[in-house]
Structure formats: C-alpha cells, structure tokens
C-alpha cells in the first residue's frame, strides 16, 4: 500500500532552518506531484508547496515564497521542504501528500494520499 513517512521536524528558534523530507513507497513515484501542506491547531489544513511529477515546475503559497523550497529525488523517492527564515506563524503540524500526474494544486482534495504529518515548532 502507498506510504508516505514525513520527518525532520523539530523546534527551532525565529529565523532558524529545517529540512523535512518526505519517503515514499508504494507507488511510481515518478508520476505524482507532491505538495506539502500544513495545520495549525484550530484551522484548516494549508497549502504550502508542490512540485509538478513532471519536476519542471514548482508552486508555493505566497507565505512561504522566497523561503521555502521543495524539491524531489525520484531516485530515492524522497520529496524535501528546505524551510528558512522561519517565522512563529508557521509553526504546524506539516504534511506530504502525493496527487497522481496532478498539476500542482493547492486544494486538498486533489490529493489521493496522505503522511501522518511531522510538527514544527518555531519558537519567538
């Protein structure tokens, strides 16, 4: 069955790094476009990034952008959000999902599957 194991969270300090990684399995990796989204207690599930399964194009939310990076290894079958600059809004609990051949969509829906999510915690 299609696993998707989040890591690398953490707490970090305001203006600090982490890189979560995101490890794939049971599926032709290949051909999804992952995204990692996030949630905060008390809102909705956010998106933040995808990058296309075709790996020639990425998106992010205008929150994160200039920030973040995602990027992937289809080698390994491994998506990465290499966070910067962290601020204290967006500590979250963050997700990696994965959409079969999507387009890069910032909708929740549009993804099939699903980690169980890795915390970051940004500390002021």
């Known amino acids: 069955q299609v696993q998707l194991v989040e890591s690398g969270g953490g707490l970090v300090q305001a203006g600090g790094s982490l890189r979560l990684s995101c490890a794939a399995s049971?599926?032709?990796?290949?051909?999804?476009?992952m995204g990692w989204f996030r949630q905060a207690p008390g809102k909705e599930r956010e998106f933040v990034a995808a990058?296309?399964?075709?790996?020639?194009?990425?998106v992010y939310a205008d929150s994160v952008k200039g920030r973040f990076t995602i990027s992937r290894d289809n080698a390994k079958n491994m998506v990465y959000l290499q966070m910067n600059s962290l601020k204290p809004e967006d500590m979250a609990v963050y997700f990696c999902?994965?959409?079969?051949?999507?387009?890069?969509?910032?909708?929740?829906?549009?993804?099939?599957?699903w980690g169980q999510g890795t915390q970051v915690t940004v500390s002021s």
């Open positions: 999902a994965a959409d079969y051949k999507g387009t890069g969509s910032g909708y929740v829906s549009a993804y099939g599957f």
């Open positions: 990058i296309r399964w075709t790996g020639d194009s990425t």
């Open positions: 049971g599926l032709t990796f290949h051909m999804y476009t």
